[in-house]
């Protein structure tokens, strides 16, 4: 991954940098930082893939029906997957892969299109402040 920095640094990066990892990873997100900061700041990976399932992991965790606390993070950080087929507001808030998943999928026919804006709609009615993805 071109913009990422080798595994063995990210410790003992500033803050900031190991927030742009986050951000390379997936898509920016603040309950996501808060998350993982205390993990970046203090665990070491052997691969980006095992940085991934840890994130991974700590999400999952988060979705015991036990605290609504965590449930809002949980949403929170899944939330923040933009809407597939369309335009982002803020397109600047999108991670480079999203930005070129996004490309993809709008080049497509305006029938892909107005089928992914209604699937998203059902999604989203099903389950408030989550994506389809």
Do not use: C
């Not at 808060?34 to 970046?40: C, G, H, R």
């Not at 998943?101 to 497509?108: I, R, V």
């Not at 305006?110 to 209604?118: I, M, T």
Request: hydrophobic share 40%; glycine share 6%.
């Amino acid at each position: 991954m071109a913009d990422l920095p080798p595994l063995s640094t990210i410790p003992s990066l500033p803050q900031e940098a190991q927030l742009r990892v986050l951000d390379t990873l997936f898509e920016p997100s603040p309950e996501l930082h808060q998350l993982m900061i205390p993990v970046l700041a203090n665990q070491t990976f052997s691969s980006y893939t095992n940085l991934i399932d840890a994130v991974g992991g700590r999400m999952s965790a988060l979705s015991a029906p036990n605290s609504p606390t965590d449930r809002d993070v949980l949403f929170g950080i899944l939330g923040s997957h933009p809407r597939l087929g369309r335009a982002p507001a803020n397109p600047e808030h999108l991670s480079e892969l999203s930005k070129k998943e996004q490309a993809q999928l709008n080049e497509g026919a305006e029938e892909q299109a107005e089928k992914l804006r209604a699937l998203n709609a059902e999604y989203e009615e099903k389950f408030p402040g989550l994506r389809f993805v």
